[in-house]
């Protein structure tokens, strides 16, 4: 019988120092990438919170989440700074998601961002480029680049919406690549031709042609 409640009692104790260990590298991990705030408010909590409170990791998880949340919106407002300048508001819509940040760059009624047919890039969408890579490119997260089509059928030489689509993508990437972004931040490149439009009750819409760039976010999980 006794043998029986001292394994129970160091079961209890592993059971701590596993959550102590746990809560101190996720701590480490979120200090690595926050700004001075952040710092400040993981500062804050552990005055107030001893590790072993039965409460510190869900309390935890808010405090990152609310840190993640602001550094989407930061990203979110250092797109649209840099790229006011430019006067492409209507070829510009930068979105804050759950998993992420959605940066798009889509043709409208005065500017295209490719040539008419082509994966050239037009000097308006050089310009915004190299704006949103100089927005980005210190950001540590990955990359997803996406190129999308309106419904037009389009035929030159054999090319449809499908290779028209990973094309730009692909001429997005060359362009981002050569404006600081790391090649390494890319994880994925791929073209939906006119299978998820913009503007879902006009396929045909100008502003479906568009490259999307979505900075993806992981979420936070603390069981």
């Known amino acids: 019988m006794f ?7 160091w079961k209890i104790a592993y059971a701590d120092f596993i959550t102590a ?3 101190f590298f996720l701590s480490m991990w ?3 990438m926050q700004n001075t705030t ?4 993981f500062s804050d909590y552990f005055k107030t919170h001893a590790v072993g409170d039965e409460s510190a990791i869900i309390k935890m998880q808010y405090i990152m989440e ?9 990203i979110r407002k250092t797109v649209e700074e840099k ?3 430019l006067s492409v508001s209507d070829n510009l819509k930068v979105e804050v998601l759950d998993d992420g940040v959605r940066i798009q760059m889509m ?3 005065k500017k295209s961002i490719f040539e008419k047919g082509s994966a050239k890039p037009t000097s308006t969408a050089t310009r915004l480029f190299k704006a949103i890579a100089d927005s980005i490119k210190k950001v540590p997260n990955s990359l997803t680049i996406e190129g999308h089509t309106d419904s037009v059928p389009y035929g030159g030489g054999g090319i449809t919406n499908w290779e028209l689509s990973t094309m730009r993508a ?9 404006d600081g972004i790391p090649s390494s931040k890319i994880d994925k490149i791929v073209g939906y031709a006119d299978t998820r439009p913009l503007i879902k009750n006009d396929p045909a819409d100008r502003r479906n042609r568009r490259i999307s760039i979505f900075i993806a976010f992981s979420k936070i999980k603390m069981d």
């Open 83 to 85: 790229t006011a300048p």
């Open 170 to 178: 692909s001429a997005a990437r060359i362009e981002l690549e050569k």
């Open 21 to 23: 260990v746990m809560i």
């Open 3 to 9: 043998a029986h409640r001292e394994g129970g009692i």
């Open 30 to 32: 979120l200090l690595s």
């Open 107 to 109: 043709d409208s009624e």
């Open 66 to 74: 609310r840190e993640m949340i602001k550094r989407k919106e930061n």
């Open 38 to 41: 952040g710092k400040s408010l």
